[in-house]
């Protein structure tokens, strides 16, 4: 079903309210939620909140985060999170980032023990907007073996990027350094099919179709992404002093207990480098001239890197976001939660 921005908004933030956040808090967690569900991201909106409503009631966010922003030399930055909601963290983090990087050209300021922050657009977004490049890494729970084992070691540790061109158009790249996120293979066990054999492994660390044997995920690229989630770690955790690869806190092990998860923003300024107004320019000429790239046979078009979820977007806010009834029904109903989540095995069937 079909739902306005509006509408989902006030649901998610109802529920997030019901279970303990602040309204203030509750509304900046939809905020990123919402976004992810307007851009097709589903696997990041919505679908969340019922996770989200059992670890607060029960303890595993901090409500009442004591917030503190260390500004550790004049282009860094710690922003203590005191595991509050990673998506408040996260923002608030952000805005930090860009003010010092208006002042001193760049800005790179790490987001120390927070919960998990949704999809990593939002925040990137946030720089872009202020006609700033955004990039943002961070932490997640482990599922991924490292390149040639059999046991997981890293989590799904995404990356994202973001800068604005002209007319406020903002290009948007966001990813997952695993080659699938976990929710596609649960998609594929609720609908029984079989998944593709280069997703993820089983017991033995063998490449498997059969989405109930999953025991592991696999790096995009094999060495490539593994390189990639490896710095990802270090840089979001090892850098922070956090918890770093398997010691980092799994997303259902304890829902009563902080996760102390790190995030990296890194923001710069584009006027200590060059033109703004010029880089603005090449920015949307680089989306024009791939748009322009003669495509493939089978494909209508080549679309810049997150195209497809601007295009998602619009339609969004044209004609109302996607939901799964389900999930529609659960944010309507009075139920905070069903006790779903609590130390289950990330990959219990
Ligand atoms: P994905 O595989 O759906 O997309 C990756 C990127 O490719 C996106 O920027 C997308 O716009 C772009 N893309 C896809 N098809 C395209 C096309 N035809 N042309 C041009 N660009 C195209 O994303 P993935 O890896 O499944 O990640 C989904 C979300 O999960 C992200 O928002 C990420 O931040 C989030 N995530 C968050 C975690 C956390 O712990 N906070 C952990 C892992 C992922």
Redesign the pocket.
Same mark, same amino acid.
């Given at each position: 079903m079909k739902v306005t921005r509006q509408k989902l908004h006030q649901l998610i933030q109802n529920k997030l309210n019901k279970a303990g956040l602040s309204e203030q808090h509750a509304s900046m967690v939809a905020d990123v939620l919402v976004h992810?569900d307007a851009? $097709?991201?589903h +696997?990041?909106g919505a679908v969340r909140v019922e996770y989200y409503a059992e670890r607060i009631s029960k303890g595993g966010t901090n409500t009442s985060p004591n917030f503190h922003f260390e500004q550790t030399g004049p282009c860094s930055g710690v922003f203590h999170g005191d595991n509050a909601a990673?998506h408040v963290a996260a923002k608030l983090a952000m805005d930090e980032a860009i003010t010092l990087a208006q002042t001193n050209g760049i800005a790179i300021v790490g987001v120390k023990k927070i919960g998990?922050? $949704?999809?990593? +657009?939002?925040f990137v977004q946030q720089a872009a907007k202020q006609g700033m490049v955004g990039i943002s890494l961070?932490?997640?729970?482990p599922m991924a073996v490292p390149f040639g084992g059999t046991g997981v070691y890293y989590?799904?540790?995404?990356?994202?990027f973001a800068a604005q061109g002209e007319d406020d158009k903002v290009m948007?790249?966001?990813?997952?350094?695993?080659v699938?996120?976990?929710?596609?293979i649960l998609d594929a066990r609720s609908r029984n099919d079989v998944i593709p054999d280069n997703w993820a492994v089983n017991e033995q660390g063998e490449p498997t179709t059969d989405p109930f044997e999953v025991k592991a995920l696999v790096p995009?690229s094999g060495p490539k992404g593994y390189g990639l989630m490896m710095m990802v770690d270090v840089l979001s955790g090892i850098l922070l002093g956090l918890p770093f690869g398997s010691r980092v806190s799994s997303m259902y092990n304890d829902l009563t207990e902080g996760r102390n998860?790190g995030?990296l923003h890194i923001v710069i300024n584009p006027s200590y480098f060059t033109d703004p107004q010029t880089f603005k320019q090449n920015i949307s000429q680089t989306m024009k001239d791939l748009n322009a790239v003669k495509p493939a046979p089978g494909v209508k078009q080549?679309?810049?890197?997150?195209?497809?979820?601007?295009i998602n977007e619009d339609e969004s806010n044209l004609n109302g976001i996607e939901i799964v009834d389900e999930i529609y029904q659960y944010l309507l109903s009075d139920t905070l939660y069903n006790h779903s989540y609590d130390h289950k095995d990330p990959f219990a069937h």
């Open positions: 992810a851009r $097709g991201i +696997s990041h990673g998990h922050s $949704g999809a990593l +657009s939002y961070c932490q997640s729970d989590g799904t540790n995404p990356i994202a948007t790249f966001d990813m997952a350094t695993t699938q996120a976990w929710g596609k995009l998860l995030q080549v679309l810049y890197p997150g195209q497809n979820c601007d």
